[in-house]
Each structure stands twice: as structure tokens, then as C-alpha cells.
């Protein structure tokens, strides 16, 4: 069963607490079922992780939507362009997207139990941070509101100013970050710097490594993706100084 699949089927033993489940909740109780007695197995907390961060991703670009002051249904198109959502469960997705626009409390309690969940496995949010990168860049822009909301999150999840331009590829000013801060490098770095420095983060960012820290399979493409922005990184520079 898809991801999808999974949080709009009410499968059993999912147990999704905090203001994500509370959220959930308010849809009519049957998008996660409550929590069941007894102590989660490995198997039930590994695939509630993925759960969680799949209706973190809703939640935040939904919150993310609101930056830009026009709020429309552009951001659902977008997102089910973005992550392949199937045609028959954009609907049950827009659900969920539209309950977070809707709710009255701002995205900070969402991304801080983001930021717990994953707190052992901070690839996994450079990822979600990643992904709400690409949901504000699908109109071809980003709006001054999306970039500062980028940023705050990023200061959530416990990110430094550097972190952030490696990871979404930005600049605090909303220009593009340059191919040695993609690397989290300054462009006095020394050849083995650069090669030691790509090496660790092909390593950190290679899908399988991220699917076993809770990345839905879903998102795969995104982290396809991402490695490859860290693989051209590395190829410009090495093409700037004739490495």
C-alpha cells in the first residue's frame, strides 16, 4: 500500500500524537486511527515516522501557501505535481491541505514536532526543508513570505545560516547559493576539502540511507534530486579550477 494509501486508510496502529494529530483529528477521526494499547513495535514507529513526515510536508506547504498572501488551489496542483500524488487521492490530499490553511494556529508547533520526530536524523528534515523549497519554487518564483518562512523553519529544525543555503540551494536574500556553499564549503577550500566534503554528503543524502531514517518511498524522486543538485555542485567546481 502507497503512503497515500496508508494515512487516508485509516490503517491500524498508527499513532500520530502532538498538533499533527490533532490536526488529522479534526478532519472526522478516520485519516489516523488512535492509538492502540500497548507499546508501538519497531515496525509500527518506522512506518508512523513516514506518516509523519508525509502529512508534515502537507501541512507546512499548506502554512507555506499563506506566506505569499494568495492563497489558492495552485499549491494543491502543485504539490501533486511536485510528489506524484495519484489522481485519486489528490482530493483526499487537498483535504488535509486545506484543513492546515484553515487552522488557526501558525506553522511553528508543526515544525517543532517535526524537528522532535526526526531530532536522531537531521538528513531526513534537510529533506522536508528541501522539499518545501521545491513547493515554493513551482510558480517559478519565491515570494519574500515563502523565503522567510523557509528560513524560520530552518531555524527550527536547528539549522545554521550555512546549513540552510547547502540545503536549499538559497541565499538569505533569495538569490541562488553558489556551488561551493551547496557543498558547505567557502571557495578557499582546498581540493581534498571539496572532495571529502561532496564524498559525506553523497553518503548522508543517498535515498536508501534516507528511506531507512523514515523517508516515504513517495518522495525518493525528490532525494534523487537533491543528490544530484549536491552532484553538480561538485562538478562545477571542479570544472572552475581544472580538477
Not at 12 to 27: E, Q, T, Y
Not at 175 to 197: C, F, R, T
Not at 211 to 222: H, N, S, V, W, Y
Amino acid at each position: 500500500m502507497s503512503i497515500w494509501g496508508k494515512i487516508l486508510g485509516g490503517v491500524g496502529g498508527f499513532a500520530v500524537g502532538g498538533p499533527i494529530g490533532a490536526l488529522v483529528g479534526a478532519l472526522g477521526g478516520h485519516v489516523l486511527d488512535k492509538m492502540r494499547e500497548g507499546p508501538e513495535s519497531d515496525s509500527q514507529k518506522d512506518q508512523t515516522k513516514t506518516i509523519t513526515f508525509t502529512i508534515g510536508v502537507i501541512v507546512l506547504g499548506a502554512k507555506m501557501a499563506k506566506a505569499d498572501g494568495q492563497v489558492t488551489d495552485d499549491e494543491v496542483i502543485a504539490f501533486k505535481q511536485v510528489f506524484h500524488v495519484p489522481d485519486h487521492e489528490v482530493k483526499n490530499v487537498a483535504r488535509i491541505f486545506n484543513q492546515a490553511r484553515q487552522d488557526s494556529h501558525g506553522f511553528e508547533p508543526y515544525a517543532k514536532q517535526m524537528a522532535d520526530t526526526f531530532k536522531d536524523t537531521p538528513n531526513v528534515l534537510e529533506e522536508l526543508l528541501w522539499c518545501l523549497t521545491h513547493i515554493a519554487k513551482a510558480d517559478g518564483k519565491i515570494h519574500p513570505g515563502e523565503l522567510e518562512f523557509l528560513y524560520k523553519v530552518s531555524h527550527i529544525f536547528g539549522f545554521t545560516d550555512q546549513c540552510f543555503e547547502r540545503v536549499t540551494g538559497l541565499k538569505q536574500s533569495g538569490q541562488a547559493a553558489d556551488p561551493y556553499a551547496i557543498l558547505g564549503l567557502n571557495s578557499s577550500a582546498s581540493d581534498q576539502d571539496i572532495k571529502s566534503a561532496h564524498r559525506k554528503l553523497v553518503i548522508e543524502n543517498h535515498p536508501d540511507k534516507l528511506t531507512a531514517q523514515g523517508l516515504p518511498e513517495e518522495f525518493i524522486e525528490m532525494a534523487n534530486e537533491k543528490l544530484a543538485t549536491i552532484n553538480a555542485a561538485y562538478d562545477e567546481i571542479k570544472k572552475q579550477r581544472g580538477l
